[in-house]
């Protein structure tokens, strides 16, 4: 990987030493333009001619994503971020009255308030799966935990508050002996971690564009495994998602486009699309092993500051670093650490309550790395730190 070229492509990096790619990356320069001259053009042209102009290239971003997460171009939905396509995806599901959902304890905010609501809508049992003494989803409770009643697990793979890598792939194994739905929130993978859909064996997978994957904000897609498409009936359709076929009748677009809806924001799309091409050209395995590598370096050297305590978890870690500091809250140090050009984030209890609370924490420092960040950089960041605590 050739770091320097990949930083001169990325004008961010003169700024900023940006640790906060869980939140949303330095987009490269290419992505940038291609949102910014998108929007020229419709500026100039018109948004409907010349969405018709570039009516190729755009469609070209199912084919793109899909050979990226290993799945066919019908199975993908354009979807304005994270949430909506995870959502469009829950909600598709035909739950009735005692039907089991199972999922992580680092489950996302977003999801479990879906489940709580779904609860309450229609009497279905919500059951965490514990997690193994590395703090990882546990393979084998999982195992223990299936019946024929579950009607879905549903999985975050990198939650949003710590180094935690779900073992997405052995939980695929387990769901593929049961009939039941798998339903993974790739949000912080897809970008990050080699993503396969076909190796994870989900029936539906959303992602979002602006974190690992350095898109623009407001971009996002959903998978949804072919197979089951048919017996996912969105929650809302319109007139792009579904076809208004008589006065009295209409008919559901039968591939994952029945998740989308009509208005799209096209400069983005343009946008994610050069994003997933730009980090298929870097290779992702390669991407990976990069920010592990970086990941661990900063985790060996904050363990090494006094009143740190490094509150990752789990076998495998990932780009995620989190840590707190005795006598010293998030805020504070995102708003030091901001004042001396370093961008960070935070991340409370209100958005991963059921592993937060279980490890008595309320809140956590998070630096999230990505391949761009440097040795030079952690350096720089350690330095800072501890002139912070001092
Ligand atoms: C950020 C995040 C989301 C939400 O993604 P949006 O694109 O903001 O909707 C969902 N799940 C996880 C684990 C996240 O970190």
């Known amino acids: ?9 990325t004008p961010g990096t003169k700024n900023v030493l940006h640790f906060n790619n869980a939140g949303a990356s330095l987009m490269p320069r290419s992505v940038s333009d291609a949102v910014i001259n998108y929007q020229r053009e419709e500026s100039l042209w018109g948004g409907y001619e010349t969405a018709n102009k570039y ?6 971003t199912y084919d793109v994503i899909a050979n990226f997460i290993n799945a066919k171009p019908t199975e993908i939905a354009l979807i304005e971020n994270a949430t909506v396509a995870w959502n469009m995806a829950f909600w598709a599901i035909d739950f009735c009255e005692g039907d089991r959902i ?12 879906s489940y709580l609501k779904l609860k309450k809508e229609v009497s279905v ?4 799966i514990p997690s193994d003494n590395a703090g990882q989803t546990s393979v084998e409770a999982l195992e223990q935990l299936m019946d024929d009643r579950v009607k879905l697990i549903s999985i975050t793979h990198i939650p949003t508050n710590s180094g935690l890598v779900n073992p997405i792939e052995e939980i695929g194994e387990i769901a593929h002996s049961y009939s039941c739905l798998y339903l993974v929130d790739a949000c912080q993978s897809v970008g990050q971690y080699p993503i396969n859909v076909q190796k994870i064996g989900c029936d539906m997978l959303s992602a979002t564009g602006r974190k690992y994957l350095r898109g623009p904000r407001g971009t996002g897609f959903l998978y949804v495994n072919k197979d089951v498409l048919a017996d996912l009936t969105p929650p809302f359709v ?3 998602a579904a076809e208004w076929t008589s006065s009295g009748d209409y008919k559901i677009r ?7 809806n009509w208005e799209m924001n096209y400069a983005g799309i343009l946008g994610l699309k050069e994003a997933v091409s ?3 050209t870097i290779g992702i395995t390669s991407i990976w092993n990069r920010i592990v590598g970086l990941a661990e370096e900063l985790r060996t050297k904050l363990i090494e500051l006094p009143n740190v305590t490094v509150q990752d978890i789990g076998k495998t870690k990932g780009g995620l670093v989190t840590f707190t500091v005795d006598g010293h809250s998030t805020n504070e140090i995102q708003k030091e650490l901001h004042k001396k050009g370093i961008n960070i984030s935070t991340s409370s209890i209100k958005s991963t309550r059921l592993d937060m609370e279980e490890r008595n924490l309320t809140e956590v420092v998070r630096a999230s790395i990505h391949y761009y960040n440097t040795r030079q950089e952690i350096e720089q960041f350690i330095i800072t730190l ?5």
Do not use: G, P
């Not at 990987?1 to 492509?9: A, C, G, P, V, Y």
């Not at 039968?254 to 989308?260: I, V």
């Not at 501890?386 to 001092?390: A, E, G």
């Open 1 to 9: 990987m050739d770091i320097d070229k990949l930083r001169k492509e």
């Open 55 to 60: 009516r190729q290239s755009i469609n070209e």
């Open 102 to 113: 199972l999922t992580s304890k680092a489950e996302y905010a977003s999801n479990y308030i």
């Open 125 to 128: 049992k919500v059951e965490v």
């Open 238 to 240: 319109d007139l792009h």
């Open 254 to 260: 039968n591939d994952a486009r029945r998740f989308e």
């Open 278 to 280: 730009y980090a298929n």
């Open 386 to 390: 501890s002139t912070i605590l001092d």
